[in-house]
C-alpha cells in the first residue's frame, strides 16, 4: 500500500458515521423495540387482570366476614371494610384500572365487580369474583 491510501483510509476512519447510516441504526433499533413491545403488552394486560381478581378475591373474603358480623340484608363498602378493619389499610380497594371495586351483595352471596380494562360496567371484559358458572 502507499502513503496516498494510507492517508485515504485513515481520513475515512476519522469522519465518523454519515447519516444514512445513523437513520439505518435508528431504524433496526425502532424495529427491535416494536417487536419487543408486540410481546410484552399483552403480559402486562395479563397482569393486570390477573392482579385485579386477586385483590376483588381478598375483599370478597373481608365482605363475607362482615356480612357475618353484620345483618345479612346489609352490604358493606370497601372503604367501610378498611375503616372498620376488615381489610388492611394498604389494601387495594380499586382495580389496576385505578376505578374503585364495587361489592354486590344478593341472598346467601357477595360479589365484588371491576370494569374492567375498558373501564365501563356490563361489557365483556368485566371482572366479577365469585366468576359466573359457565
Do not use: Y
Amino acid at each position: 500500500m502507499n502513503h496516498r491510501s494510507i492517508a485515504s483510509a485513515r481520513r475515512a476512519l476519522e469522519r465518523g458515521m454519515s447519516l444514512v447510516e445513523v437513520m439505518i441504526v435508528v431504524v433496526i433499533i425502532g424495529l427491535i423495540a416494536s417487536g419487543a413491545a408486540l410481546g410484552v403488552f399483552p403480559k402486562l394486560k395479563q397482569a393486570q387482570v390477573d392482579t385485579t381478581k386477586t385483590s376483588a378475591r381478598t375483599i370478597r373474603q373481608a365482605a363475607e366476614s362482615w356480612r357475618g358480623a353484620h345483618a345479612a340484608d346489609e352490604c358493606p363498602t370497601p372503604k367501610q371494610l378498611i375503616e372498620e378493619k376488615q381489610l388492611d389499610t394498604a389494601s387495594k380497594i380499586s382495580d389496576a384500572w385505578d376505578q374503585p371495586f364495587k361489592i354486590l351483595c344478593e341472598d346467601d352471596e357477595t360479589f365484588v365487580t371491576s370494569g374492567g380494562p375498558d373501564k365501563k360496567e356490563g361489557t365483556a371484559d368485566d371482572i366479577k369474583i365469585p366468576e359466573p358458572q359457565k
